[in-house]
């Protein structure tokens, strides 16, 4: 029994972490002022550019460094449609999403005739980190994990610190919340968009980097499966507050994990895959009822 | 001084440009293969336009693009955001597969307007519920409508894969629909009466929006919540019915599908026919002439692309990678337009 529970834990852990860094990401441009709606093709180019620059460098750390770049690159055509062009960023987020997704399963085809998989052994997975605690349970507990998970659990404090205690945080923040005291202080509103946009493809190539080279070792189609906008749903939740993300991320990963573990069981698997969107949705509904009773709840 | 040759000339150069941006881009996706894009672009126009059969083929593919367009700019015209018509345009198939094959009036003009009616209660009734929640409770609709779709797709397969899956299938589908369910075909041409349905609602529809009441209050909801309010719209109310309406296009168009061009529903029944109607919403505002000619390039980038597969190496998925580097440029293109539009009005002024 403790078994499953352990699998259970962690594959809570692994399926948080794309979540949970692709909020960090979405959370810096909740602040500069744009709802991201493209962290969902983002992720999914980061998860593409991984395992593609992991096979042709047989290298994890070319992978990691390709889905960052790519990422980044996708994530500045956002910002130039919503920062410089002004554009409705709903539209151009949907428009780069399908974009990516459909560009993503082409480029599978040409390689792989056929095939909506993009796998083979030359792909290097990020390596775990295994290290000795001293003890059996917190070894099973905190050890074993790719770097990325010790790595974004880092960047919750940096960018928890990057947002609230520092001059270019507070520009942030300003950007999104008081845009005109911005201009009065003389700092141009579109350079602070475009570098959080950029932060935002990081943590989003990052995110893709943790499906595709750790959680499974493989590019296939729409890998990312909504997670992007589960990620939204993160943020709109926890409102921008770093701590509650990290939190409401292992919840949502919790389900995810959950979906996967239970299929051995009698419910028929496409109810289990259901779960993690279902819980989304009640989690929003039961934030907002929450808040609406108690309006200075934050 | 008032120089209209010139005007013309430098309207025409930035047409110019922007076409060939286009073809430049999508150039560069070909040559991501190695193929040849001027053979490309001859087979996509070959398969898509090139003959008879193949251009009544596109226009057979337009109801789809139509219907969730509208299912997007309906509910965008009130303010809200229907990003669920990949879940409606499912569940209004789904219905319309499950009743045609569990209830026969024996009278084909019934049968087809029973199953279509209830195809687009089924997507309104899926569009009902994040209105509800957007306007009671402040739940953001695009979310919730987007969860939403992942529900339906798990939904409807269980129901292929399981209960209602037709025992001599070996990919998971329904049995097919009785005889007197079909829409048929045109004068045996390849394309169905479906197509003319669906501009007929794109008709009725302008109609409704440019001389009714109804009409006036969707667009005033959408443009002025406040001044709507205070004008003595119920906006709740309205929000709610616009997705619903939304709602009920996606569905129809999926019992269309049904009835007029698959007759039967299996798993993978849409390869994202929501989600592409929302790019032709989101690009065309709410012009229906033009969302009846993006739905055609769409649509002929479709047909043609399946064309093209079979002379070249490129899979017939570049049609959407082509179709969405289209929203960049037309996206890009209008909103520059509306800044040297603001900029000449500023020097007006001055």
Redesign the interface.
Known sequence: MSDIILTIYISTVKMAIPILLASLGGLITYHAGIIN?AMEGLMLSGAFAAVVFSYMYSSAFMGILGAIIISVLFSLLYSF?VTT????N???G???N??I???T???T??IF??QNVFNSPDIKAIPNLSFNLGSQVLNNLFTNFSILVYLSIILIFVISYFTFKTPFGLWLRAAGSRPNALVTAGIKISVIQYSASILCGIFCGLAGAQLSLSNVVLFSKDMS??RG??A??VI?IAKGKPSLVLAISLLFGLFDALSIQLQSSYI?P??L??LP??V??GS??II??S??RNPFIR | MFNKTKILKNISWSWALFIGLIILSWSI?VL??GENPLNVFYYLLEGSVGNYNAFFSTLDKMFVLILTALAVSIPGSAGM?N?GGEGQFLLGGFTAAWLAIYFNTHLASLNIIIVLSFSAAAGALWAYWPAL?KVR????E???T???N??IV??T??MV??PYRASDSTWPRTEYIPDNFIIPPVSNLPFSYTFFISIAILIFIEIIRKKSILGYEYSMVGKNELFAKQGGIDVGKVKVRSMMIGGALAGLAGGLMVLGLTYKFMDGFSP?YG??G??IA??TGNLPIFIFGIAFIFAALQVGSINMQLFT???A??S??L???L??FI??Q???NI?IKKKERADNYE
């Open positions: 709606v449609f062009l002004k554009a409705n709903f539209a151009i949907f428009a780069l399908i974009f997704s459909s560009l399963l082409y480029l085809r040409i005739k056929g499966g909504g906008f589960v939204l749903a709109l028929p496409q109810f895959f259901m969107y279902l989304t949705i929003l509904i907002s009822i808040r609406k | 996706i991501f293969s955001w990003i929640l409770l402040k739940v953001d695009v979310v919730t987007l969860m939403g992942y529900v798990f939904f397969s269980y894969n399981f994202g989600y592409t929302l790019l989101l690009i190496n490129i899979p998925e570049i959407k990678v179709q969405s580097v929203v960049f996206t890009a209008r909103t520059i800044k």
